[in-house]
């Protein structure tokens, strides 16, 4: 089993930037990708960004590439910078993993959340 724990939400100006954090523990040599998804009220959980959990090799980024950043250290934690922060970009953020060989870009490819963590960008 592996546990995942998001850090670092709250809230931000229109045009500031954030990072947030997920954190793995437990059987984290498993693991082959991590995640973000993010859903807004009334919206569908949407991908984010993906990496390769421990070689950063391949790495996935939505429409929202120019201003997302995803990274990971050697210490089991995942990071996302969101740039350029628009009121949109207001939603839960939850931190997701895979394993199996495959990136979680999709929710049915992941096999662990975290509990989110909420995200609020005021204009």
């Known amino acids: 089993q592996v546990q995942l724990v998001e850090t670092g939400g709250g809230r931000a100006q229109a045009g500031g930037s954030l990072r947030i954090s997920c954190t793995a523990s437990?059987?984290?040599?498993?693991?082959?990708?991590g995640a973000w998804f993010r859903q807004a009220p009334g919206s569908e959980r949407e991908i984010v960004a993906a990496i390769s959990w421990h070689d950063s090799d391949q790495t996935h980024a939505d429409s929202k590439k120019n201003r997302i950043t995803i990274s990971r250290d050697n210490e089991n934690t995942m990071y996302l910078q969101i740039n350029s922060l628009k009121p949109e970009d207001t939603a839960v953020y939850y931190c997701a993993a895979s394993l199996n060989w495959i990136l979680p870009t999709i929710p049915s490819r992941v096999d662990y959340w975290g509990q989110g963590i909420q995200v609020t960008v005021s204009s």
């Open positions: 437990g059987r984290t040599s498993d693991l082959f990708g």
